[in-house]
T-cell receptor, first 110, second 113 residues
Framework: DGGITQSPKYLFRKEGQNVTLSCEQN?????MYWYRQDPGQGLRLIYY???????QKGDIAEGYSVSREKKESFPLTVTSAQKNPTAFYLC?????????FGNGTRLTVT | EDQVTQSPEALRLQEGESSSLNCSYT??????LFWYRQDPGKGPEFLFT???AGEEKEKERLKATLTKKESFLHITAPKPEDSATYLC??????????????FGTGTKLQVIP
């Protein structure tokens, strides 16, 4: 079945550590996205990539970094510079269709 | 700036009690309005896309409608398995191949047996 796989489902880190969230898709979609979801707020765009080796900042990119070396993969690194990293992170991809989402990674930083 | 406002924030229904969720929007150049369903701890699952005022889409007990300023998600005779958060999103026209999608905060629906 085609879809988006995010791993791990839960991630715990100490403050000051960088952490990388994985996102892999087998939908053959060119565009991929990272969103952050917090209680009481709509999904907010962190980064997006419309093609391999190219990506753009979204609305809340500070403290995050990404890479897009392969069409299938779009990992997100949450750096120690991100002031409030605890959140639910969603990866999405898009072809000639609406956004298709993975099942998220819940990151807790203490 | 594009905005999406969903109401109510939460809705509790008895099984079989029909109701509607509202999504009001302001966007420059609507390219599409989307409804998603999100279960706890999961990613949003696509339900409908609406493109122009007057358009309607149906799926099982759900029916989505669109006007120039708002969209409604009508739920007819809901069942407990319809309990979820329903998200509305709008896609605006844009240049450079990227068309921004703005999400509302969702309506959390609980259907009681």
């Amino acid at each position: 079945d085609g879809g988006i796989t995010q791993s791990p489902k839960y991630l715990f880190r100490k403050e000051g550590q960088n952490v990388t969230l994985s996102c892999e898709q087998n939908l053959n979609h060119d565009a991929m996205y990272w969103y952050r979801q917090d209680p009481g707020q709509g999904l907010r765009l962190i980064y997006y990539s419309q093609i391999v080796n190219d990506f753009q900042k979204g609305d809340i990119a500070e403290g995050y970094s990404v890479s897009r070396e392969k069409k299938e993969s779009f990992p997100l690194t949450v750096t120690s510079a991100q002031k409030n990293p605890t959140a639910f992170y969603l990866c999405a991809s898009k072809g000639n269709s609406p956004l298709h989402f993975g099942n998220g990674t819940r990151l807790t930083v203490t | 700036e594009d905005q999406v406002t969903q109401s109510p924030e939460a809705l509790r229904l008895q099984e079989g009690e029909s109701s509607s969720l509202n999504c009001s929007y302001t966007v420059s150049g609507l390219r599409g309005l989307f409804w998603y369903r999100q279960d706890p701890g999961k990613g949003p699952e696509f339900l409908f896309t609406l493109y122009s005022a007057g358009e309607e889409k149906e799926k099982e007990r759900l029916k989505a409608t669109l006007t120039k300023k708002e969209s409604f998600l009508h739920i007819t005779a809901p069942k407990p398995e319809d309990s979820a958060t329903y998200l509305c999103a709008v896609q605006a026209g844009g240049s450079g191949g990227y068309q921004k999608v703005t999400f509302g905060t969702g309506t959390k629906l609980q259907v009681i047996p």
